[in-house]
Structure formats: structure tokens, C-alpha cells
């Protein structure tokens, strides 16, 4: 699989918006789960949207009304428009996505390809 490239990070007032784009050539959304992740130093790692094979989303209770993920297919990238950001959501955002599979009902399998993050830094 190719590589995955996260930008559109920055650092942004408190309830301003931010939009993170990963570039996915090569994926084939239909077989592959993927979503965006983000972690703080010293803390452990934390899905913040995924979107499966089916194009069914979940969110984090965190960001729920807040943030949306989606897939441009024409342009080959997955998008996640951060809105009212809170200094909480400072974090590395990184995209990542699985090894995929043939049936779009095939449950998502373990992250194995990650981008190399674009950080986000909102403050008070």
C-alpha cells in the first residue's frame, strides 16, 4: 500500500475550525476501514472518527457534533472538518487505515498503515 499524508494541521483559537486532509492514493475505500487518530505526548493513542468498508461512521463521544469525517473519492482523500475546536483537541492527528478486505460486511482488522501526522494546536 501507498503511504498516507496527512496536512491542514495549525494552531487555531478556541472554537475556530480547522479541515485535515489525507492524501490515499492507491485505497480502495470500499475494502478498506479508515479513520483519523490522535495522540498527546505521555498519552495513549485515541480514534477520534473512523469510517468502515461500508461507509458507516463513529465518532468519539469528544467530538461528536463537532467533527466530520469523510472520503472524496474524485480526489482520493480522506477529509475531517474540525469545528468548534476546544484546547483539548491539541493533539498529532494522524490518518491510518487497515489491510482491507474483499467484503465491504468484513469487520475492520487491526490499523497496519499510518500517515506521519500534521499537528493541531488550539488554544484558550
Known amino acids: 500500500q501507498v503511504h498516507l499524508a496527512e496536512s491542514g494541521g495549525g494552531s487555531v483559537q478556541a472554537g475556530g475550525s480547522l479541515t485535515l486532509a489525507c492524501s490515499t492514493p492507491?485505497?480502495?475505500?470500499?475494502?478498506?476501514?479508515m479513520g483519523w487518530f490522535r495522540q498527546v505526548p505521555g498519552k495513549q493513542r485515541e480514534g477520534v472518527a473512523i469510517?468502515?468498508?461500508?461507509?458507516?461512521?463513529n465518532y468519539a463521544d469528544s467530538v461528536k457534533g463537532r467533527f466530520t469525517i469523510s472520503r472524496n473519492t474524485a480526489r482520493q482523500s480522506l477529509i475531517l472538518q474540525m469545528n468548534s475546536l476546544k484546547p483539548e483537541d491539541t493533539a498529532m492527528y494522524y490518518c491510518?487505515?487497515?489491510?482491507?478486505?474483499?467484503?465491504?460486511?468484513?469487520?475492520?482488522?487491526?490499523?497496519?498503515?499510518w500517515g506521519q501526522g500534521t499537528q493541531v494546536t488550539v488554544s484558550s
Open positions: 492507491g485505497y480502495t475505500y470500499s475494502r478498506n476501514c
Open positions: 491510518a487505515a487497515d489491510r482491507g478486505a474483499d467484503s465491504i460486511w468484513a469487520p475492520c482488522a487491526e490499523y497496519d498503515f
Open positions: 469510517i468502515n468498508r461500508g461507509a458507516v461512521i
